[in-house]
């Protein structure tokens, strides 16, 4: 298996950043793979469609194509827009003398509105590119125009696979987007047809085709079979779909760095909250903080909006023989209850993103005060039956139009007091935590 390929995508610009080689690129980087291109066309496009396009000629793109194959080992290609008859045919004499192995993304038009390729070249890449290249990657519609045939069910989408595959190519994928979400695989030789499951999620769908064809080849490249490509193109283009942002006021662009993104926000997030509860279990002064219910420190990821974005220690923080000890491991999900202080936090602050519950005491609020920490406190009689930190926290914001940093109530019937410390991560909150502890045992034994 080739762990770093160097892989070419031959296609558009999008000066949007959705689609063409912005997401081929985005998404080769994404799978470890080094990605180069050769632009067959520039357009004026946006997240509401393509305003304008201009084509390069065939013998730019042969120059870029032969640069690259040159002097770097490029075995793998993808091709998206091709414009017109003169670049296909450019680009299959290219494919033929530099024998690549090809994915065709038989780009026709933007997600958001506008032509990308002219009547006239479809004839192109039916007879002179669709034969060269190992799979293809139709969605429903493209799937019809090429086969001839309209393609409404799974059935049809069979019909047009086989058409397709009598062209020459290899494999063909007709995605599902446009049907059930499922993407239909048929390879030619063993004349054999795989159902790659899936399900439609919210986000944005614009550049889904070009994500989708560039995490194929990448797979491909690293040596995996149709099968297993197409697995892994499929997953990887739902997440690029979950983490989609609006950018602009037409159709929101896939994320295909987004999980990639996400996962190393959870790396970073973990790291952080286990070296804090480090931090907190090395000082014998944290014990005295520690309330009878226990304490817990927790801290989300940026975006967080489910208790599964948070990371927190799994049981709890309790006070054994004078030290504070942690019952249970750092995990995402672990806590409800810090987990709900930093989601409601969020919702009014971004930067708010970690939380420690504390016990209280007079000379904590004291120390608070004498260290210009921002103190809110609210009466638990008070609070209505959504809770304290979804009434507390909107409570607080009136009075010092923010999240302040410290939270406390004095507790009621069957309620422990507390006192909540609020930051921007993990150790920061751990840091204002010992502050606190050294300020009441200094004024506890001057």
Not at 42 to 70: D, L, R
Not at 86 to 106: G, H, M, T
Request: with cysteine; hydrophobic share 45%; net charge negative.
């Amino acid at each position: 298996m080739i762990e770093k390929p160097i892989i070419m995508t031959i296609a558009g610009s999008d000066s949007g950043g959705g689609a063409g080689i912005g997401a081929d690129l985005k998404t080769f980087a994404a799978f470890g793979a080094h990605g180069t291109c050769a632009i067959t066309s520039v357009t004026a496009q946006n997240s509401t469609g393509v305003k304008a396009s201009f084509n390069m000629s065939p013998a730019a793109v042969a120059s870029q194509i032969e640069a690259i194959c040159t002097d770097m080992d490029v075995r793998w290609a993808k091709t998206g827009m091709l414009a017109g008859p003169e670049i296909v045919r450019e680009v299959a004499k290219q494919v033929r003398k530099y024998e690549l192995s090809l994915v065709i993304d038989p780009v026709m038009a933007a997600e958001a509105g506008g032509e990308l390729l002219r009547k006239e070249g479809l004839q192109g890449l039916r007879e002179e590119l669709l034969p060269l290249c190992k799979v293809t990657t139709p969605n429903a519609a493209e799937a019809g125009i090429l086969a001839g045939l309209p393609v409404k069910t799974r059935e049809d989408a069979k019909k047009a696979a086989r058409k397709i595959a009598d062209l020459g190519v290899e494999a063909v994928i007709v995605t599902g987007g446009h049907l059930d979400a499922s993407d239909l695989l048929y390879e030619a030789a063993p004349d054999r047809f795989t159902v790659i499951s899936g399900e439609f999620v919210e986000g944005g769908t614009h550049g889904t085709g070009c994500t989708y064809s560039s995490a194929l080849t990448a797979c491909l490249a690293r040596g995996l079979s149709f099968k297993e490509a197409a697995g892994e193109a499929k997953r990887f283009v739902v997440e690029a779909i979950r983490h989609s942002m609006p950018v602009g006021r037409g159709v929101s662009p896939v994320n295909p760095l987004g999980a990639a993104l996400e996962r190393e926000s959870r790396y970073k997030v973990l790291k952080d909250t286990r070296k804090a509860l480090d931090f907190l279990e090395a000082s014998p002064m944290f014990a005295e903080l520690i309330p009878e219910g226990g304490s817990n420190i927790g801290m989300a990821i940026s975006g967080a909006g489910a208790y599964e974005d948070v990371a927190a220690v799994e049981g709890r923080i309790v006070r054994y023989r004078g030290r504070a000890r942690s019952v249970g491991c750092v995990e995402f999900g672990a806590s409800r209850y810090v987990a709900g202080i930093i989601l409601t936090a969020l919702r009014y602050d971004p930067c708010i993103r970690a939380a420690v519950n504390i016990k209280f005491s007079e000379e904590v609020i004291s120390a608070c005060t004498g260290l210009d920490l921002s103190v809110f406190s609210f009466d638990r009689a008070d609070e209505p039956e959504a809770g304290s930190m979804d009434w507390g926290i909107p409570e607080a914001i009136k009075v010092y139009g923010r999240v302040p940093d410290i939270i406390y109530d004095r507790g009621g019937l069957g309620k422990e007091p507390l006192v909540r410390v609020l930051g921007p991560s993990a150790m920061e909150v751990a840091k204002t935590v010992l502050r606190l502890a050294e300020r009441v045992e200094a004024t506890s034994f001057p």
